[in-house]
T-cell receptor, first 109, second 114 residues
């Protein structure tokens, strides 16, 4: 079957770095997405990886290893506004997104 | 409107009633999707449409129907609501001809079925 695993909740300190891991198992693979979702709001796009390696975009970076079925989202210089849920989603062979349950990130001062 | 809108924002509905959730996008995206989001679960795809005039079933289609008469609109209908359909519903769209199929989400509809 198809499955996405990511931690339920993580806590980090303002100004620090945090890495949110995601493992996936899908029928075919057409890329890995990360979305941010603040409480009560819609998900918003953060990153897309389809090739192995690290993609850097400002304070956020995303990494993909296709052979390991593994991705992570790295957030640097954490700010209080980064408190949100981070959703990992893999695109399968039918170009449909399979979503993880999300990782709730709590930032403490 | 520049984006994707949903209506209503929230609704309380008696079980057995019929309800249509509306979704409109002005980005001329060919693909549209309906998801439900429940606490502790990932977004689950209800129905999708790859282009106007076509629709497909997602992971959890039972009890729901959709239509795609034109590019912009993708309404979701609950023919006879049940309490298990209490959820937050998100509509999304994407330009599947693009390089990454990024999905853009509407603000959501919070539905409570009593």
């Amino acid at each position: 079957g198809q499955n996405i695993d990511q931690p339920t909740e993580m806590t980090a300190t303002e100004g620090a770095i945090v890495q949110i891991n995601c493992t996936y198992q899908t029928s075919g693979f057409n890329g890995l997405f990360w979305y941010q979702q603040h409480a009560g709001e819609a998900p918003t796009f953060l990153s897309y990886n389809v090739l192995d390696g690290l993609e850097e975009k400002g304070r956020f970076s995303s990494f993909l290893s296709r052979s390991k079925g593994y991705s992570y989202l790295l957030l640097k210089e954490l700010q209080m506004k980064d408190s949100a849920s981070y959703l990992c989603a893999a695109m399968d062979s039918n170009y449909q997104l399979i979503w993880g349950a999300g990782t709730k990130l709590i930032i403490k001062p | 409107i520049a984006g994707i809108t949903q209506a209503p924002t929230s609704q309380i509905l008696a079980a057995g009633r019929r309800m249509t959730l509306r979704c409109t996008q002005d980005m001329r995206h060919n693909a549209m999707y309906w998801y439900r989001q429940d606490l502790g679960l990932g977004l689950r795809l209800i129905h999708y449409s790859n282009t106007a005039g076509t629709t497909g079933k997602g992971e959890v289609p039972d009890g729901y129907s959709v239509s795609r008469a034109n590019t912009d609109d993708f309404p979701l209908t609950l023919a006879s609501a049940v309490p298990s359909q209490t959820s937050v519903y998100f509509c999304a769209s994407s330009d599947s001809s693009g390089s990454n199929n990024e999905q853009f989400f509407g603000p959501g509809t919070r539905l409570t079925v009593l």
